[in-house]
């Protein structure tokens, strides 16, 4: 637990090594619809690959920052504090870069043939890219929150998202 002279969480920048951790905190915060709609997953099964695909990102997308919230209590095993929530931005300073920042789904949805998931997944995606052109014609900032689903973090949080 934090004291006084300690924050109850940290703050850090993630690295490819958390992001197996970053994603099952992922699926276990978001609703089947967004988990297949954002992530591409079914069920836990697609989990590896998702991670994969956020490491790639890492490796490859200079604006891509993943930013983690960690309890500064260890873990039972005296290991590091348990994620509390992470988040995934992208920072894009300038036009050229802007337009080229549309989100898309997840390349396995076509490759397993589930063209309804989708196609629903890929019109979800084109509102927002929309929307957010029209909005951000210049340099822009995204991001995308993930709360831990289980108290005592980000308690009440969750439900008013989500129910």
């Known amino acids: 637990m934090a004291t006084q002279d300690q924050p109850r969480f940290t703050l850090t920048r993630a690295t490819p090594e958390d992001m197996d ?21 079914r069920s836990e099964a697609d989990l590896p690959r998702v991670a994969e695909r956020f490491r790639a990102e890492m490796r490859t997308n200079v604006h891509d920052l993943w930013i983690l919230a960690r309890d500064n209590a260890p873990s039972p095993d005296g290991g590091r504090g348990k994620l509390a929530a992470s988040s995934n931005w992208r920072v894009y300073l300038n036009g050229a870069a802007a337009r080229q920042s549309d989100d898309a789904p997840m390349p396995w949805l076509a490759e397993r043939g589930d063209m309804e998931a989708l196609e629903r997944a890929q019109n979800i995606m084109d509102e927002m890219n929309t929307a957010r052109k029209a909005a951000n014609p210049d340099g822009f900032l995204r991001k995308f929150l993930c709360p831990s689903p289980s108290p005592p973090f980000f308690t009440g949080f969750r439900s008013r998202l989500f129910d």
């Open 21 to 41: 951790e970053v994603t099952r905190l992922e699926y276990e915060c978001f609703p089947a619809f967004i988990r297949e709609s954002f992530m591409g997953c």
